[in-house]
């Protein structure tokens, strides 16, 4: 069993900055495409970010491109989100989430394992 547990999460002024943290366990992380989700009150939840599993390739929502960097530490079994120039619209729930296939991507139901989220809310 897979099981992943995010930090990082909180209360942070706009124009701010956070990293979130992911720590995956139970399996190869390595093996792993991660990729990191957000879903605010009131709507669907989308796609930010995702990682290869050798870190050779990235992908963003254009939402965020530009401001967020994924990356990740094989060898700590983890994988990180840093959040820059934060803006209101990006206060949601974030998760981490995990995908025992080869192809990098921005589908939720690619994803095999899921966090349980961490509450990021950017203040005016």
């Known amino acids: 069993q897979v099981q992943l547990v995010e930090s990082g999460g909180g209360l942070v002024q706009a124009g701010g900055s956070l990293r979130l943290s992911c720590t995956v366990s139970?399996?190869?992380?390595?093996?792993?495409?991660m990729g990191w989700f957000r879903q605010a009150p009131g709507k669907e939840r989308e796609f930010v970010a995702a990682?290869?599993?050798?870190?050779?390739?990235?992908l963003y929502a254009d939402s965020v491109k530009g401001r967020f960097t994924i990356s990740r530490d094989n060898a700590k079994n983890t994988v990180y989100l840093q959040m820059n120039s934060l803006k209101p619209e990006d206060t949601a729930v974030y998760y981490c989430a995990a995908d025992g296939g080869v192809l990098i991507t921005r589908r939720a139901l690619e994803y095999d394992y899921w966090g349980q989220g961490t509450q990021v809310t950017v203040s005016e």
């Open positions: 139970g399996r190869t992380f390595s093996n792993y495409v």
């Open positions: 990682i290869s599993w050798s870190s050779g390739r990235t």
